[in-house]
């Protein structure tokens, strides 16, 4: 089975910390992804990487950046925490075949 | 401008009837469609796949059909039980994506009430 394992399930920082999320794969999967989902807006992502060192822009990269040294792990990084960055974030990752992801369980990110 | 509807926020229905989700698209053409489900305050898990040539695909109590002309997947659950109370996420492919990415609906919450 697939598994996929985030750092935290449950994150609290205060507003300007650095934040780093973690993300790791043990399927050797090509693509990871990482989103945010808060309620009555859905997955949105914000970055994914098809390569190590590799990263594309999701649809709100903004406030968010990643880093991909080695294939099964997939960083994001919250420069400087904000309330807005209150969320639940889901890493996933997949296979070029067919896109079918796979999520790990979440981190819950709470920013006073 | 894309975009992927799911038929409605929540769905009620007593167990053993069926339940029928709804996932519209506009402005793709997809390679191929998928289902998630999810539960409260856990990631996605794939449940299905469905290939734009294809019209109708089953895994146990599970349907889904895709019509491309129609712009619509739907997705069944017969016999539905409690146990399969979540929200049910569709996600395209875009033809053509080399890098995998999924567009998710918003989902529907299902509810199966005794």
């Known amino acids: 089975d697939v598994k996929v394992t985030q750092s935290s399930r449950y994150l609290v920082k205060r507003t300007g910390e650095k934040v780093f999320l973690e993300c790791v794969q043990d399927?050797?999967?090509?693509?990871m992804f990482w989103y945010r989902q808060d309620p009555g807006l859905g997955l949105r992502l914000i970055y994914f990487?098809?390569?190590?060192?590799?990263?594309e822009k999701g649809d709100i990269p903004e406030g968010y950046s990643v880093s991909r040294e080695k294939k099964e792990r997939f960083s994001l990084i919250l420069e400087s925490a904000s309330t807005n960055q209150t969320s639940m974030y889901l890493c996933a990752s997949s296979l070029l075949s067919d896109g079918t992801q796979y999520f790990g369980p979440g981190t819950r990110l709470l920013v006073l | 401008s894309q975009k992927i509807e799911q038929n409605s926020e929540a769905l009620n229905i007593q167990e053993g009837k069926t339940a029928t989700l709804t996932c519209n698209y506009t402005n793709y053409s997809p390679a191929y469609l998928q289902w998630y489900r999810q539960d409260p305050g856990r990631g996605p898990v794939f449940l299905l796949l469905i290939r734009e040539n294809e019209k109708e695909k089953r895994k146990e109590r599970l349907k889904v059909t895709f019509d491309t002309t129609l712009k619509q997947s739907l997705f069944h659950i017969t016999a539905s039980q409690p146990a399969d109370s979540a929200t049910y996420l569709c996600a395209l492919v875009g033809r053509g994506s080399t890098l995998g990415r999924l567009y998710f609906g918003r989902g529907t919450q299902l509810t199966v009430w005794p």
């Open positions: 990487s098809y390569d190590v060192k590799m990263k």
């Open positions: 399927m050797d999967h090509e693509n």
